[in-house]
């Protein structure tokens, strides 16, 4: 057995934490959950459909007849303007959280996914991504743009949408990607995110796409069996800052990526993905930032076959059978026009 498939630990680069990869592992015989057919694509307007054009929505609220994005106050918003203390013993630790919570459906259409919306579409979802995000900024320390696809990642409403979180504090994970970062910086003298760039492309075994502006890997340090990690390869550190030509790259770019998990199982490829970029209250203090996303899906196996997060990861570490050089050949392999 070679070294590349004998168990060993890689390092998050941008969160300090470990993850276990046992290649080994991926050879087994597999008895689990099975695959049933795949449901038909969704029309493009559902009248039963919350987020649809013209509909109304569970609070008694009209959707407009809208044709592009269309942005509305969450009707159960995880975070309001007014934060509560909690628990007031002095032993558990509690603090006020305030902010604002969004939903940006992407189009109209009820079953428009963003990989199948098309270029002037996904351009506006962008310039929407933008404009949130400066908008919101201004006003809030830290602002989270990010979209969970499909129901089992748990999106409510099966219309493609997204949602931003506007909020006064900085969340876990970004605030340690923001200390690794600086860290980074302050040792070596280097963006960190711009050295994973030079360093992937390089290599490329882990490269899935690459333009001029953006370069998607599976990261070295990949929890999810096909996560994916988009880096801007301009020097920008939040979404707003990106140029023309760099928006109509990450159109591109996202969808070719999109598409390519599309095929990887022929089904609407489930995740998590968002935009990670220097906090907003920290003001100018951002050059040991790189705005870069995350796309966290689940699938393993097939179209329901996913990855667990069970029994050691939840107790011990992060641990995968799937090497990221072997997710990002396989995302490679997909034929996309």
């Not at 109304?56 to 009707?75: C, E, H, I, L, Q």
């Not at 743009?145 to 409510?156: D, P, T, V, W």
């Not at 076959?305 to 997909?334: I, N, Y």
Request: charged letters at 20%; hydrophobic letters at 40%.
């Amino acid at each position: 057995m070679s070294q590349a498939d004998l168990p060993h630990r890689r390092r998050n680069l941008l969160t300090g934490e470990w993850l276990l990869v046992s290649p080994h592992r991926a050879k087994r015989p597999w008895q689990g959950e099975a695959a049933p057919p795949q449901t038909p694509p969704a029309p493009a307007h559902d009248p039963a459909c919350y987020l649809c054009a013209g509909n109304t929505r569970a609070n008694g609220k009209a959707n407009p007849d809208y044709s592009g994005t269309f942005v509305f106050a969450n009707d159960f918003a995880a975070l309001l303007d007014e934060g509560g203390t909690g628990d007031p013993h002095p032993l558990f630790e509690s603090q006020p959280a305030r902010g604002q919570a969004r939903v940006i459906c992407f189009s109209p259409d009820h079953g428009a996914t963003l990989a199948r919306l098309p270029a002037a579409a996904l351009a506006q979802v962008i310039a929407c991504w933008c404009a949130q995000s400066a908008e919101l900024g201004a006003h809030w320390g830290h602002v989270q743009l990010f979209e969970n696809k499909g129901a089992m990642m748990g999106a409510s409403s099966p219309h493609p949408h997204g949602q931003v979180w506007a909020s006064d504090f900085v969340p876990e994970v970004v605030g340690k990607e923001d200390g690794a970062q600086r860290a980074f910086l302050a040792q070596r003298g280097a963006v960190l995110l711009d050295a994973v760039a030079e360093a992937e492309l390089a290599d490329g075994t882990r490269v899935v796409e690459a333009n001029n502006h953006w370069l998607a890997v599976v990261p070295h340090w990949a929890a999810w069996p096909f996560e994916v990690l988009l880096i801007a390869r301009d020097p920008v550190a939040r979404i707003e800052e990106l140029s023309d030509t760099a928006r109509a790259a990450l159109a591109t770019i996202l969808s070719r990526l999109l598409r390519r998990y599309d095929g990887l199982f022929g089904c609407d490829f489930p995740y998590s993905f968002g935009w990670h970029g220097a906090p907003h209250g920290h003001g100018d203090d951002s050059a040991h930032w790189r705005l870069h996303a995350h796309f966290l899906p689940p699938l393993l196996r097939s179209a329901v076959v996913r990855k667990h997060m069970v029994g050691f990861e939840l107790l011990g570490e992060t641990q995968r059978d799937l090497t990221p050089e072997t997710a990002a050949e396989r995302l490679r392999a997909v034929e996309i026009d």
